[in-house]
């Protein structure tokens, strides 16, 4: 009987920190999970992960997971280390915070660097979480997304003075870059101590969060599904080989396999922030769950009676006027209605996306793979099989993210000679949902009267940002 092989993967996500204990065939073997504390904004358009939050949580999920992990700790031959994309990270010459990490929401991580004295190294969430994990000043490459001088089509930094320049950032601040898949580097003696990891353990490059998402639900470059990630932030992704493909309809980024790229719709910024927020609204102590929400909008007809949620709780970037609204209240609508018109609200948002990026990109998805935390949801299933009208799935590991960087530590350690191996080895189909027939025809004047919404909300919003800009010059 073969020798059994694991690795650890780290899914650094928005709201929380999870860890996993994985083999070879994609079988979970201990987990750990950590919330992150609240973001902070200790000043207009500045949002910070507080303290050293992102390590701290780090170090509780490894700590918890392998102490439930029953196997041989000497079977371990690896880490994947994925984090959050656009966060930014300030340094000292020690390799320490000089202020808290630039969450992805503060304005500052899409403006170029401001040189500070006390700032010696400029780097994201993952290349700080991998200098206190091994002591060394190595990145992904594939985790420079933003406002950075990155060579996109050759994977390293710019030769472009001009590239430095329009980021404010000196070549000497910045950290060597990695392809996915290969060394970072290995966990120190102090880091060991911190999170339970064996010391000397390699801890492998991976790539941005939702390129990591991708190659952990099974998404490839032949493959004629879409993903839709249903997290805090939700987007449609394909995977392709051109890295100057570009379209206002959609963008491209680097992909989790060095030489292929993430081409990613238009998204929502606070998706399943939102079922969250309503759910933690109601609960006030009653223990209410999604369970009994999904139980109880599974009840309410297509449409919610009306009742339609527009889900720009955080204004996209190109329209910072936009706010969250729920419309159609009439005395019918209840606690279930507004759950219900939320997860109709993302697929329909979504759906629209889908359209245009199809559009733009000349391909028609048969199918779309659901992963991210809403597609546990029967319920939320069901509703984007009927507004996409075609079938979608899902994946036995809805956690992608943390799937992808066990690939990425498996294909970094030698223990699948490829990304294609790998992928199958581990990625494991579920249940696929099927477009109810009287759902698709309920939704499609559902979806043409919620295309109609932005046009009217527009002015109204546009109207408030200028009182409210007038009203803060007064005070």
Request: proline letters at 5%; charged letters at 25%; glycine letters at 10%.
């Amino acid at each position: 009987m073969n020798t059994p092989r694991y690795v650890v993967a780290i899914d650094g996500g928005s709201q929380s920190t999870k860890v996993l204990v994985v083999d070879e065939t994609g079988t979970i073997h201990a987990s750990a999970q950590r919330r992150l504390r609240p973001t902070e904004s200790p000043s207009p358009g500045h949002v910070v992960h507080p303290d050293d939050d992102l390590w701290e949580s780090m170090v509780e999920a490894c700590r918890e997971a392998l102490g439930r992990f029953e196997g041989d700790p000497r079977h371990i031959v690896g880490v994947g280390l994925c984090t959050i994309r656009f966060c930014r990270a300030l340094l000292d010459e020690d390799g320490g915070l000089v202020e808290p990490v630039l969450s992805w929401m503060d304005q500052r991580v899409s403006r170029p660097h401001e040189q500070q004295a006390r700032v010696r190294y400029v780097t994201t969430s993952s290349g700080y979480l991998t200098r206190r994990l091994t002591g060394e000043r190595r990145d992904s490459v594939g985790n420079q997304q933003g406002m950075w001088p990155v060579d996109q089509e050759r994977w390293r930094w710019s030769d472009d003075p001009d590239a430095y320049a329009r980021t404010g950032m000196r070549a000497e601040q910045l950290f060597e870059l990695m392809q996915p898949g290969e060394l970072l580097g290995r966990v120190t003696a102090d880091a060991a101590a911190s999170t339970g990891l064996p010391a000397g353990l390699a801890v492998y490059a991976t790539a941005n969060d939702k390129a990591v998402e991708a190659l952990g639900s099974g998404l490839r470059d032949d493959d004629p599904a879409v993903l839709l990630s249903l997290g805090t932030y939700v987007a449609a992704m394909a995977v392709g080989h051109d890295a100057n493909a570009t379209d206002e309809r959609y963008w491209t980024n680097f992909a989790a396999e060095p030489g292929r790229y993430l081409y990613e719709s238009d998204g929502i910024r606070r998706g399943m922030w939102t079922v969250s927020w309503w759910r933690d609204l109601l609960d006030a102590g009653q223990g209410i769950t999604d369970d009994d929400l999904n139980a109880g909008a599974g009840d309410i007809a297509p449409g919610s009676d009306g009742l339609f949620a527009v889900l720009d709780w955080l204004a996209p970037g190109g329209a910072t006027h936009r706010r969250g609204a729920l419309l159609g209240f009439d005395g019918r609508q209840g606690r279930f209605h507004v759950h219900r018109a939320i997860l109709e609200g993302i697929a329909l948002t979504m759906r629209g996306h889908v359209d245009a990026m199809e559009v733009a990109l000349g391909r028609r998805f048969e199918s779309v793979i659901v992963s991210g935390g809403g597609s546990r949801s029967d319920l939320m299933m069901r509703i984007l099989a009927a507004v996409f009208e075609r079938p979608v799935r899902r994946n036995r590991l809805t956690d992608a993210a943390g799937m992808g960087a066990a690939i990425s530590a498996f294909v970094g350690a030698g223990v699948h000679s490829s990304w294609g191996e790998s992928v199958a080895a581990t990625v494991h189909g579920a249940d696929r949902f099927e477009p109810q027939p009287e759902w698709v025809r309920a939704y499609r004047p559902v979806r043409e009267a919620y295309s109609l919404l932005p046009r009217h909300l527009d002015p109204l919003f546009l109207k408030w940002q200028a009182i409210a800009a007038r009203a803060s010059e007064e005070r």
